[in-house]
């Protein structure tokens, strides 16, 4: 069992910066796929990146693409999202997400979530 904290969220302005983490206690972090996914309220959970278990293969979704970056830590156990040039549509809940195996894009597929974090860009 993976146990997954996110911290780092926050309320930021219309291009400034956050840097998300993401704990991970349980498990065999160095054997789990990592992603982050976004969610606002009513609308379905939205894949944002993905990390391969050993670091060297990410995934961004294209709205990130350029202003996000996903990196992980497996000595820490702690994945992070720099996110820059952040954009009002870049509001909601962002959660991380653990798998065995490679990563994926769909949230199915990840069977380990962490609580969320809120993440508010004002305009």
């Known amino acids: 069992q993976v146990h997954l904290v996110e911290s780092g969220g926050g309320l930021v302005q219309t291009g400034g910066s956050l840097r998300l983490l993401c704990a991970a206690s349980?498990?065999?972090?160095?054997?789990?796929?990592m992603g982050w996914f976004r969610q606002v309220p009513g609308k379905a959970r939205e894949f944002v990146a993905a990390?391969?278990?050993?670091?060297?293969?990410?995934y961004y979704a294209d709205s990130v693409k350029g202003r996000f970056t996903i990196s992980r830590d497996n000595a820490k156990n702690t994945m992070y999202l720099q996110m820059n040039s952040l954009k009002p549509e870049d509001t909601a809940v962002y959660y991380c997400?653990?798998?065995?195996?490679?990563?994926?894009?769909?949230?199915?597929?990840?069977?380990?979530w962490g609580q969320g974090t809120q993440v508010t860009v004002s305009s």
């Open positions: 997400s653990a798998r065995p195996g490679g990563w994926a894009t769909s949230p199915g597929m990840y069977p380990y």
């Open positions: 990390i391969r278990w050993s670091g060297d293969s990410t």
């Open positions: 349980g498990g065999t972090f160095s054997r789990q796929s």
